[in-house]
């Protein structure tokens, strides 16, 4: 695979001047789709502009500056993609990565006290060795289910802790809840959830609209409010 990517050609999620220059970075794979995560240097560099070249990032990144779901990145290709938590402490800088209303990868600024949590959602449940049931989430983690296995299922989401993985808080997919759109036509809405059924559900947008869509754009976010900030 080639290392370097046209700004022409990158993904449409990104926001950057795409006549800028020739090239930019193309992140390393990872837990995210490459049309939605961005490479931790081009964040830095072209977004936040704590930067103003790649080396000057590379001298961030190598002063252990930066953290991504609360560990340490040295690599300016590592993907920061939905809802990772992106830290700067020492600018007192921290935010969440989240889409607008145009489906586009954006930062949403947080406070301190947020940057300790994330909200993932459930995409598959597996039996690792020794019997243990392991929950497998949107940003590529697989934790243990633990006592909470039988009551989990795909599309409920675990509000977990960064950077110990551990889950303090179930939100199930079910009518009232509150759900935020990733994707499709209607990314970057939020809303709660008005009738589920088969593959298709029906959500509230904040002016009162129904609105139909499917089932697996449904990010749930909270029960009576979302327990993180989902918008820029």
């Not at 449409?12 to 193309?26: C, D, E």
């Not at 947008?205 to 609105?211: A, F, L, P, Q």
Request: glycine share 8%.
């Amino acid at each position: 695979m080639k290392n370097h990517l046209k700004r022409i050609a990158s993904p449409r999620a990104w926001v950057i001047a795409r006549k800028q220059s020739t090239f930019t970075l193309r992140p390393h794979p990872g837990a995210h789709p490459q049309g939605m995560a961005l490479p931790l240097g081009v964040i830095l560099r072209d977004i936040l502009h704590v930067a103003s070249t790649m080396g000057e990032v590379r001298k961030l990144l190598n002063a252990n500056e930066v953290l991504v779901d609360g560990r340490r990145r040295k690599d300016v290709r590592s993907q920061v993609g939905l809802f990772d938590v992106l830290s700067i402490p020492s600018l007192n800088l921290f935010y969440r990565i989240t889409v607008d209303f145009k489906g586009r990868l954006v930062l949403a600024t947080i406070v301190p006290t947020e940057s300790t949590h994330k909200v993932c959602k459930v995409l598959g449940k597996s039996v690792a060795k020794g019997g243990a049931i392991m929950l497998r989430l949107h940003d590529g983690r697989s934790v243990p289910a633990g006592t909470h296995a039988a009551t989990l299922y795909v599309g409920d989401s675990v509000v977990i802790s960064i950077p110990d993985q551990k889950i303090k808080e179930l939100i199930h997919l079910k009518e009232g809840v509150h759900i935020f759109l990733a994707q499709g036509k209607h990314a970057g809405s939020l809303g709660t959830v008005h009738s589920l059924k088969e593959k298709q559900a029906v959500y509230r947008d904040h002016e009162g609209n129904e609105v139909r869509t499917s089932k697996e754009y449904l990010f749930v976010v909270g029960t009576t409010k979302p327990v993180m900030k989902v918008m820029a």
